[in-house]
């Protein structure tokens, strides 16, 4: 069985900087994605950014230049770095992993304030 758990989320102003972790507990396999969605206030989930366990990364262009993900392989762990925020990044931000199956945290909340 396999648990991701958030945390990093808070209030920040805009143009602030937050960064989110999340680690992935369980029987997991070594080569996979991990990454993180997003939802804001009346809007669909989106996608924010991916990072495979061989280095690859991938990121919406909306955050591109602004976060940055990385990960720690062996702790099965993945963070976002996320900087120049602005009141529209305001969401739950949810942890994602694929190992040939999908799994998802509970979410943490980011607000950015104008």
């Known amino acids: 069985q396999v648990q991701l758990v958030e945390s990093g989320g808070g209030l920040v102003q805009a143009g602030g900087s937050l960064t989110l972790s999340c680690t992935a507990s369980?029987?997991?396999?070594?080569?996979?994605?991990m990454g993180w969605f997003r939802q804001g206030p009346g809007k669909q989930r989106e996608f924010v950014a991916t990072m495979s366990s061989g280095g690859s990364t991938t990121y919406t262009p909306s955050v591109e230049g602004r976060f940055t993900i990385s990960r720690d392989n062996a702790r099965n762990t993945v963070y976002l770095q996320m900087n120049t925020l602005k009141p529209e990044d305001t969401a739950i931000y949810y942890c994602y992993l694929y190992d040939d199956y999908d799994y998802w945290g509970q979410g943490t909340q980011v607000t950015v304030s104008s």
């Open positions: 369980g029987d997991i396999f070594s080569i996979n994605t």
